[in-house]
């Protein structure tokens, strides 16, 4: 059986982290600022194409091949459960969750 990852804090008051889970490319406009406050590199723009494949963006040669970009989950295996991503992000886009042991 699985237990959930929580760490005791100095007080003695359990914590338990929750990591990034999803992002939902639905609402996010594409506007960068949870990828600018990331400290561990989770995160990274691209485009999402009209049948809904995903595409990388090169910011100096915009042909836009996509309709829109948005935020992906890139390397959620780095994130450390911070949440400045989601306290930052206008759209609601994110989803954290608890990790198990
Ligand atoms: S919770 Fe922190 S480390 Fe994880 S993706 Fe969000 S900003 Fe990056
Ligand atoms: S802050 Fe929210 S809306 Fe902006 S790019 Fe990130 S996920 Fe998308």
Redesign the pocket.
């Known amino acids: 059986m699985s237990t959930t990852f929580s760490v005791t804090l100095p007080s003695g008051a359990t914590w338990t982290p929750t ?2 889970s999803n992002l939902d490319d639905q609402k996010c406009i594409g506007c960068g600022r ?1 990828f600018k ?4 590199g ?2 990274e723009l691209v485009g999402l194409t009209e049948d809904g494949a995903r595409v990388p963006v090169d910011l100096d040669d915009d042909d836009e091949e996509y309709e829109k970009k948005v935020m992906t ?1 890139a390397h ?1 295996e ?9 306290k930052i992000c206008p759209k609601k886009c ?1 989803t ?1 969750a608890a990790s198990a042991l």
């Open positions: 990591f990034v949870c406050v990331c400290p561990r989770v995160l989950i959620q780095l994130c450390i459960g911070c949440t400045a991503c989601s994110y954290h």
